[in-house]
């Protein structure tokens, strides 16, 4: 009977396709300058995907209308406003901008296709519910010293594997590197990814010696003396040093003495008032300059793991993808899982069928025809399109049928869907939500061969991040990102819309979008890229 069905979607497809006849596809974009200021008169110049050299060439056939058929000059330069747009034949490109004699490149600027496939939701037919796997990896880790000091690993030679995992399981371990330092019993060893098979629905991985699992490099910093204030329920906490913390990253306190009410505990960052100072919420009676000339602040660089303890960091294995694990002692911890068992969802399993994850050579869509509570969250690939499609309008009204990814996991550390270190990405017609966490996250590494991203469009979508605790963003940024455009979009975090954190880029475009504040920001930046630990 299913065959029949989809086989009956098929001609039906064919019946009610769009003609053949060229579509062109707009681009719009704004150039700023490095004071986030738009630049009236700068050049624009459109070059094949396979363009190269400053200028590029081949140059690309653009036009001025969707048609095709009135051709724009190439190069060009922006309006009034620093603001351009031309039409081309769907594929990638390479776009250059000149500003004042220099020169800022972007490649594999995807134009999607405007054509659009009828749906089994459009004609009444449920989309079947499928699951499958993360696919493990497919390489060996790279190894190197990181540092010869600062460490406690000696010069043993040891062998190292890396495996997946998302909030379902882990997948099985990759193929081993052997490797020891040159010199000295003091050494931190750097632990670095090698493939893209992450980005099949696994978002973090875990480092093996000698098939015993490692923790990733955590920190003991010193608060300033007497650094601790309460007040109204909310403790700000003065560090001795920079601190490199972001928000809703679990610390512990230690060693404090003095206060009315002890600031020790395992508590989640509220904010981040500066470099040195950082506030979370405890409920006591306020306090002023306590705490002595010994407490500390403990934290991880890394993410809990399957059978790791979410809310004490201390026993956290895992790092976020595709980033480097730095070691700075080899434990005896578990063995690596010899099943796999990190199950994905229907939307990721859809997705890594249209996926290029593996090569990042080609773009496609994947359509998500359906109303998906999620497990895991779904991670995007380069080159993607993630299109949803419902019944009805995606704006803050919720129970639409069709065309949504919702989670309800209590996880801050992550979010409904997850654009991970990838180019050339577009997010169209989707209502994403979270009950406790964020809805939508762009994520690099700060570290490593793929420490950047760019080129996302969030298009006529809904984003809603929403919590209790006024902690969340609809829209997280974390790392390097350039080209970022949001379009038409609703947006509402119950602390603030956009949450950037330890961010850097350019050529953001937010435009014609609706936002639902929520809390007492409409954007808010904390930290950049070079902020210490970033990037560990």
Known sequence: MRRLIWAALAALFLLCAP???????????TVIN????????AAVRVCASNGSGTPCTPIASIYDDSALTV??????????????HFYAAPGTYVIQTTVGGTTLEQRDVLLPS????????DIGVTVPSVTGFCTPPSAAPSIATESASGGSVDTASRSYTILYFNRNGRTTASSATAFAPSAGSTNQIRVRVNDFQYRSGCYGFQAFSDNQVQKPKSYTEAVANNGFVRTSNVVTVTMGANHGLRSQQLVTIAASAGCGVSPNGTFRVKSIVSPTVFTYSQ???NDSACGGASATVFFSTGVPAPGDTAGDPSTWTGHMNPGDIIITAIGGGAPAAITNTATIDTPQVSNNGTSNYSTNSVSKETLLPGDYTLTTPLIVSNQQKIRCVGTGRREQVSGLAGGALRSTWTEPELATLIVMNANAVDIDGCEVTATASNALMLYTAGSGSNSYGGHVTIRNSSLRGTSATGTLSALNIRGIWYELQILGTYMRGDRTPILAQNHAGANWNIDSYRKDIGGPSGFISEGSPTDPPSGK
Do not use: E, H
Not at 19 to 29: F, H, L, N, P
Not at 34 to 41: E, F, L, M
Not at 72 to 84: E, M, R, V
Not at 114 to 121: E, G, H, R
């Open 19 to 29: 003609s053949a006849k060229s579509q062109g596809t707009r681009k719009d974009d």
């Open 34 to 41: 490095s004071q986030g200021r738009p630049v009236a008169g």
């Open 71 to 84: 051709v724009k000059a190439n190069p060009f330069t922006t309006d009034s406003l620093g603001n351009y």
């Open 114 to 121: 405007s054509v659009t496939p009828l749906l089994a939701a």
């Open 283 to 285: 409920t006591a009676a």
